[in-house]
């Protein structure tokens, strides 16, 4: 019987064996392989279907295959996985589109790889061109900080000032010095250190935290099409590690680069777009002028920063460092703005989102949250702590009890971990990174990367955080194996964890009807493959919104 035939009477059709055509065929449909749906008490499937952006149907091959249509686009999975998109709730992500085009510092192993490098990239440079980004991790040579002089001579017409991998410590060459008017008697700012030569008083180049800005100050703004530029290269990066949606912790320029894209159909993926806290009363104008958003660009998140970070020595903790027993830490924020920031942003109706590493760090900012919900009355404020890296014992529980979400990125738990213990000693380090504990006290992890800090990577985070082997190979049955976790709570908190932190867990996250198609295809079923193996699945395919916007070639 020949297909036209066949679609002249259901009746007949039904007779004859042929298969009518659906009332209302789906736009795309994947077949064949193995679907992580993330919903609870119903996490497989076999296949799903997809019409006009929203997932139309989950379900076996047999019941989503009856949802083909003349137009449908057939994706056979081939036992290949579908889940649902990643959700990275923690990058500087024009930042991260820059730092593509950038100088790589960070795997260099020695100061003199370290120098090469950088004596390299400037070949290829304009001069008076600034060199920035770097990331680079002077624990990869030692723990010896590195020093303008390593790279003057190679950067005599540029001025360079490239951060450690965490953001929080920086170096700058004599040039950008000079630039910026810096010397040994320069006033460094509040929450900020800048490192002197014991010999001769004046800068070694070493910048921390705001002591950055005596620099950073006088690099020229990037133009719109630069930040337009680099906004585009993130998203590219990003839809090929199968990231769906992120959480740009950045600036009003950011914000403002993010509308430009959204309005030129250029914004692939769902941002999450967080301003500085001490800017509140702006984003309360804003607010009242431009709404929140819609489900592609949304904003009402105000960001702040307790301390540094435990790679600068700058995290904030009760006790002293047990490498450097001079220090217990650096405040980057005066402790009574942010308290008041925190209050009356809360107050406003904002999402909080504050930065706390160090133990201090976190129990002061969990009293403030625990304040502030007092002050302010109940609602589902969603308070954020990102990285939530060492806790006390106490702080634990309190995240659950506070309802505060632990926003956390494991790939700092196997980067950090190579060194950590010679920062803070045994006994501390039981509570760092503690996903599995903050987990059974019933905290929702939302996970993310961190990038630039870290790789954009969400399949080396899952192994991160199911195996936490440092990436020395010095523990390679975990370090802390305590903290461990499974698969499904590490997919979960990059996917329904990571949304909820950005209060959009009922339209993305899981594959159920209704919701945005926003979902992955990977090159082989995680929940089949040995944990160590994970960084070498790959992402083949990325849908957002029911468009395929990455394809892997090959």
């Known amino acids: 019987m020949s297909i036209f035939r066949c679609s002249l009477l259901v009746l007949l059709l039904t007779a004859a064996g042929c298969t009518p055509a659906p009332e209302v065929p789906a736009d795309l449909i994947f077949l064949g392989g193995a679907v992580w749906t993330g919903v609870p008490g119903a996490p497989v ?301 809360d107050g406003a109706g904002f999402h909080v989102i504050v930065h706390a590493i160090g133990d201090q760090a976190n129990d002061w900012l969990l009293d403030v949250y625990e304040e502030a919900a007092e002050t302010n009355g109940p609602r589902d404020r969603r308070f954020r702590i990102e990285h939530a890296q060492h806790l006390s014992g106490g702080a634990i529980s309190r995240f659950a009890a506070q309802e505060v979400i632990p926003a956390m990125q494991p790939y700092h738990a196997i980067d950090d971990g190579r060194w950590a213990e010679k920062r803070i000693g045994p006994e501390r380090i039981k509570t760092t990174y503690a996903f599995r504990s903050l987990l059974d006290a019933g905290a929702p992890l939302a996970f993310g990367s961190d990038w630039t800090v870290a790789p954009m990577d969400v399949l080396e985070g899952i192994y991160a955080a199911l195996t936490r082997r440092t990436l020395d190979g010095a523990n390679p049955d975990g370090w802390v194996p305590e903290e461990k976790v499974t698969l499904e709570e590490a997919l979960t908190a990059y996917t329904w964890g990571a949304a909820r932190s950005g209060f959009m867990e009922e339209k993305v996250s899981r594959l159920q009807p209704g919701k945005y198609a926003d979902l992955v295809v990977l090159s082989r079923d995680l929940f089949q493959v040995d944990p160590v193996e994970i960084p070498s699945v790959q992402v083949d395919m990325t849908v957002v919104e029911g468009a395929i916007v990455y394809r892997r070639e090959g």
Request: charged fraction near 25%; hydrophobic fraction near 40%.
């Open 45 to 345: 499937a076999q296949a799903v279907a997809v019409k006009s952006g929203f997932i139309q149907a989950v379900g076996t091959d047999r019941e989503v295959r009856a949802l083909r249509g003349r137009g449908t686009e057939v994706v056979r999975l081939g036992g290949r996985m579908v889940v649902p998109g990643f959700i990275d709730s923690h990058t500087h992500f024009i930042d991260g589109g820059f730092q593509l085009a950038s100088v790589d510092l960070r795997d260099a192993d020695s100061p003199e790889e370290f120098s090469r490098r950088i004596t390299e990239f400037a070949q290829d440079l304009p001069a008076g061109t600034w060199i920035t980004g770097g990331d680079w991790d002077h624990e990869r040579w030692g723990g010896d900080l590195p020093k303008r002089e390593w790279i003057d001579a190679g950067t005599l017409l540029h001025p360079v000032l490239v951060s450690r991998l965490d953001g929080h410590m920086a170096l700058a060459n004599s040039l950008a010095l000079q630039l910026a008017g810096v010397t040994g008697s320069t006033t460094v700012p509040f929450g900020g250190e800048m490192v002197l030569d014991p010999d001769t008083f004046e800068p070694t180049g070493i910048l921390r935290d705001e002591a950055m800005g005596l620099v950073s100050r006088v690099i020229p703004e990037p133009t719109e099409e630069e930040l337009d530029r680099a906004l585009d290269a993130a998203v590219q990066h990003a839809l090929s590690k199968g990231v769906t949606q992120t959480h740009n912790m950045g600036t009003w320029g950011h914000l403002e680069t993010f509308r430009r894209a959204l309005d030129d159909g250029r914004l692939k993926i769902r941002i999450y777009s967080v301003v500085p806290i001490s800017t509140w009363e702006r984003l309360r104008d804003f607010v009242a002028e431009n709404g929140t958003g819609d489900d592609r660009l949304w904003w009402g998140g105000l960001k702040g920063f307790v301390d540094g970070s435990l790679g600068s020595t700058t995290a904030w903790f009760h006790d002293p460092y047990a490498d450097s027993p001079g220090t217990s830490g650096l405040l980057t924020t005066d402790t009574a703005s942010l308290r008041r920031w925190i209050v009356d942003g």
